[in-house]
């Protein structure tokens, strides 16, 4: 589906990890199996001279040159094969590698099913039937209560590309279910191309709308939409340009995307970012802007009948977050943080002479992380210390009841529109794999409508949550998960996040699934910087409070040890993308307390993250290199420039995508030979490259096999995790 809301403008660094295996031209290095063993020399990498002075402050950085894109640099070329044929060797000597690999197989292999949405009276899915490299997407009539892989196949993506890389990165019917606009993404670029599929006839159109980052097709009827785009970079910038000048265009299907319709830019503020979505009955053009400097967005208004008209302006400021859930009627339901930061819903009415907000549902005493509105109801998802609990209220804002839920976990991805009797959601936890649930808007009884069999039994693992003191004694929440059978110090994993106001509650991943079979213990640290408590949580660890969240990790792994989950020489980390950059901060404050660490496609060098893609973007959350004060900042913890000459460090897997065009490689590259240059011990410290992959949407499952088995393997071997 594409649904696109102001959090899907600018740029949320992923918090899924790149999945895919690396193929590489060189042969491995023999290394030795042996953690006492000395590695062979790194493979040799040039230090440049490049010092600059910046605000006083004499920078260097000798590895500038590993910032140029990998297609068109034989040097980077040259020094990722080098790595790579490194780090194979050593993984290759790990026994726990095939292990790992064998369960990932098993336990990735059970049917998948989307959260359907529906239209024309037609379902829509995506369904995967356990090992195949992409989901495909089904259409079926609406009849029965039970999703299956039956549908008609309407894409499927693994017969785009011979190595799976080519896969599906959204879809949209039209009003009517006449044509179905979806998203192609190669090798993980954020390009998106969008492509048309008639679905009376099944033949693809020949329109094709290429430049799209976020949004696609959003329909104004079945022949009309708009959509977001940027400028057409460069020949050979593609992949590193900044990206700025978004705008929204208006494409008729039958014309060239060069005759479409310019209906928003804002040419005096290149760095501003724009969506746009339409309500459900066609009547309304929301639009959607920030530049990424606070969190907040501007929102505009028009009617799509007359999209000359001057809009109407919800809010032409950032200071505060405006998200539309629907408009019913002229009324339109809003969810913002003004004078609210667990959020509440507002009301607008657009037939008024001089339109005014007004509160609908006030906040409440928890985080209100998602609504929308289905049937004659608003669906609000609400995050009671970071667990989800599904309420129901009148569109006139008044309680209507609770869907009840099958325990501790997390709803996602709520499906409906207005005047249907019915809706879906799903939900998911840790010991449970996704579901798809039917809700029934008339009496609020929900059902499961998903009948498949696991390769394990749920209720032989055990979820609990704790809350700890930071260093400043902020409660901070913490989930803890292992089999019920493991019993005293284990080795564990810790995983976090910590920005971008993005919310990590309870969810299933085969990969930490896997770990808890092997009777490791799997811990979810909620810091400060995501949005489980609202924007306020948000706002305690953005720009120089950014230690906050810093803090809370390292708590978490004291925690840890200091309670007896782990032991002394036992405890694993994991982040990526914004997490990734959380790793390599805390592994250069506290490397003693960490046993091995996987930082995966971090932010690894604060000093230039905003000059490729959407990094300008993130100055919300990390403050602007060129700015003074932000820059004392952020050379304070940047990673890369915080490598210490020498001292002793865990062993350090670093991993990334030589084509990632979100957090462009060069952080990873220039990090760890940062790593390698430094005297920092007898433990290894390496980086797995990925080939044509990206940040980590749209990895093939043949490929999240191989790389999660890779750093699985690796982080068994440096907590003495020996799979049963």
């Known amino acids: 589906m594409s649904k696109l809301t102001s959090r899907s403008l600018g740029w949320l660094l992923a918090t899924a990890l790149s999945t895919t295996m690396p193929v590489h031209a060189q042969e491995p290095v023999p290394i030795t199996n042996a953690k006492e063993a000395s590695l062979p020399s790194y493979p040799e990498t040039r230090r440049d001279d490049v010092v600059e002075t910046i605000f006083g402050t004499n920078v260097a950085d000798p590895y500038r040159w590993l910032e140029a894109d990998v297609r068109n640099s034989a040097d980077v070329a040259d020094w990722v094969a080098r790595q790579s044929a490194f780090t194979d060797a050593y993984l290759a000597t790990l026994n726990?590698?095939?292990?790992?690999?064998?369960?990932?197989?098993?336990?990735?292999?059970?049917?998948?099913?989307?959260?359907?949405?529906?239209?024309?009276?037609?379902?829509?899915?995506?369904?995967?039937?356990?090992?195949?490299?992409?989901?495909?997407?089904?259409?079926?009539?609406?009849?029965?209560?039970?999703?299956?892989?039956?549908?008609?196949?309407?894409?499927?993506?693994?017969?785009?590309?011979?190595?799976?890389?080519?896969?599906?990165?959204?879809?949209?019917?039209?009003?009517?279910?006449?044509?179905?606009?979806?998203?192609?993404?190669?090798?993980?670029?954020?390009?998106?191309?969008?492509?048309?599929?008639?679905?009376?006839?099944?033949?693809?159109?020949?329109?094709?709308?290429?430049?799209?980052?976020?949004?696609?097709?959003?329909?104004?009827?079945?022949?009309?939409?708009?959509?977001?785009?940027?400028?057409?970079?460069?020949?050979?910038?593609?992949?590193?340009?900044?990206?700025?000048?978004?705008?929204?265009?208006?494409?008729?299907?039958?014309?060239?995307?060069?005759?479409?319709?310019?209906?928003?830019?804002?040419?005096?503020?290149?760095?501003?970012?724009?969506?746009?979505?339409?309500?459900?009955?066609?009547?309304?053009?929301?639009?959607?802007?920030?530049?990424?400097?606070?969190?907040?967005?501007?929102?505009?208004?028009?009617?799509?009948?007359?999209?000359?008209?001057?809009?109407?302006?919800?809010?032409?400021?950032?200071?505060?977050?405006?998200?539309?859930?629907?408009?019913?009627?002229?009324?339109?339901?809003?969810?913002?943080?003004?004078?609210?930061?667990?959020?509440?819903?507002?009301?607008?009415?657009?037939?008024?002479?001089?339109?005014?907000?007004?509160?609908?549902?006030?906040?409440?005493?928890?985080?209100?992380?998602?609504?929308?509105?289905?049937?004659?109801?608003?669906?609000?998802?609400?995050?009671?210390?970071?667990?989800?609990?599904?309420?129901?209220?009148?569109?006139?804002?008044?309680?209507?009841?609770?869907?009840?839920?099958?325990?501790?976990?997390?709803?996602?991805?709520?499906?409906?529109?207005?005047?249907?009797?019915?809706?879906w959601f799903g939900f998911s936890s840790f010991n449970r794999p996704p579901e798809v649930y039917r809700l029934d808007l008339a009496t609020g009884d929900s059902r499961s409508i998903v009948d498949r069999t696991l390769g394990f039994d749920p209720e032989q693992f055990v979820v609990e949550q704790v809350f700890y003191p930071s260093a400043d004694d902020t409660r901070i929440p913490m989930f803890i998960v292992k089999r019920a059978d493991v019993t005293g110090p284990a080795p564990t994993l810790l995983y976090a996040y910590g920005g971008f106001n993005v919310s990590l509650p309870p969810s299933f991943s085969s990969t930490r699934m896997a770990w808890l079979q092997a009777g490791g213990v799997f811990a979810l640290a909620n810091i400060r910087g995501g949005g489980e408590y609202g924007s306020a949580w948000h706002d305690a660890a953005r720009g120089p409070k950014r230690e906050n969240a810093f803090a809370d990790f390292i708590a978490a792994g004291e925690w840890l040890k200091a309670n007896g989950v782990t032991g002394g020489n036992q405890l694993a980390i994991q982040g990526g993308s914004n997490g990734g950059l959380l790793m390599g901060v805390v592994t250069n404050r506290r490397p003693d307390l960490f046993d091995v660490v996987n930082a995966d496609v971090g932010v690894m060098d604060m000093l230039r993250f905003d000059r490729w893609g959407y990094g300008r973007a993130w100055a919300a959350d990390y403050g602007f290199p060129d700015v003074e004060e932000d820059f004392h900042v952020l050379r304070s913890y940047s990673p890369y420039h915080n490598v210490p000459a020498s001292g002793d460090y865990p062993a350090i897997l670093v991993t990334t995508a030589d084509t990632d065009d979100r957090v462009i490689p060069g952080h990873s590259f220039k990090y760890a030979a940062a790593l390698q240059h430094a005297e920092l011990g007898n433990s290894p410290h390496l980086i797995r490259i990925e080939t044509r992959a990206g940040h980590g949407a749209g990895m093939p499952v043949s490929k999240i096999i191989g790389k999660n088995a890779d750093v699985l393997g690796f982080l068994a071997h440096w907590t003495d995790l020996q799979p049963d």
Do not use: C
């Not at 495909?136 to 799976?164: A, I, T, Y």
């Not at 006839?201 to 976020?214: H, N």
């Not at 667990?387 to 209220?393: A, D, G, N, V």
């Not at 996602?412 to 207005?418: K, R, T």
């Open 96 to 423: 726990e590698r095939e292990w790992f690999a064998a369960k990932l197989g098993e336990m990735l292999d059970y049917e998948r099913f989307g959260i359907p949405e529906k239209k024309g009276g037609l379902l829509f899915y995506t369904y995967n039937p356990g090992l195949a490299d992409q989901d495909v997407l089904l259409m079926k009539p609406m009849s029965g209560d039970v999703l299956d892989g039956n549908g008609q196949v309407l894409l499927d993506p693994n017969e785009w590309s011979d190595d799976g890389t080519v896969a599906l990165a959204g879809w949209n019917p039209s009003a009517q279910a006449k044509i179905l606009s979806y998203q192609v993404q190669e090798a993980g670029s954020d390009w998106n191309t969008i492509e048309f599929l008639d679905l009376a006839t099944g033949q693809k159109l020949a329109d094709r709308i290429e430049w799209v980052k976020t949004g696609g097709a959003q329909w104004i009827d079945d022949r009309r939409f708009v959509y977001s785009r940027f400028p057409e970079p460069a020949e050979g910038d593609d992949f590193q340009v900044a990206n700025r000048n978004q705008q929204i265009w208006m494409h008729v299907l039958g014309q060239p995307q060069s005759a479409d319709r310019l209906i928003y830019a804002t040419p005096d503020r290149p760095s501003m970012l724009h969506g746009a979505s339409v309500s459900a009955d066609g009547r309304w053009l929301f639009i959607y802007s920030q530049d990424g400097s606070v969190p907040g967005n501007e929102l505009r208004i028009l009617p799509v009948e007359d999209l000359a008209a001057e809009p109407i302006v919800v809010a032409d400021t950032m200071d505060h977050q405006w998200e539309v859930i629907e408009a019913v009627g002229d009324t339109v339901i809003l969810r913002t943080d003004k004078d609210a930061p667990l959020y509440r819903l507002m009301s607008l009415d657009l037939s008024a002479g001089q339109p005014q907000v007004e509160e609908l549902i006030a906040q409440g005493q928890h985080n209100m992380d998602a609504a929308r509105v289905m049937g004659d109801r608003i669906v609000i998802d609400y995050l009671e210390d970071v667990k989800s609990r599904l309420r129901l209220f009148t569109l006139d804002g008044k309680p209507a009841g609770e869907v009840g839920l099958p325990g501790i976990g997390s709803v996602a991805g709520l499906s409906g529109e207005p005047g249907e009797s019915e809706a």
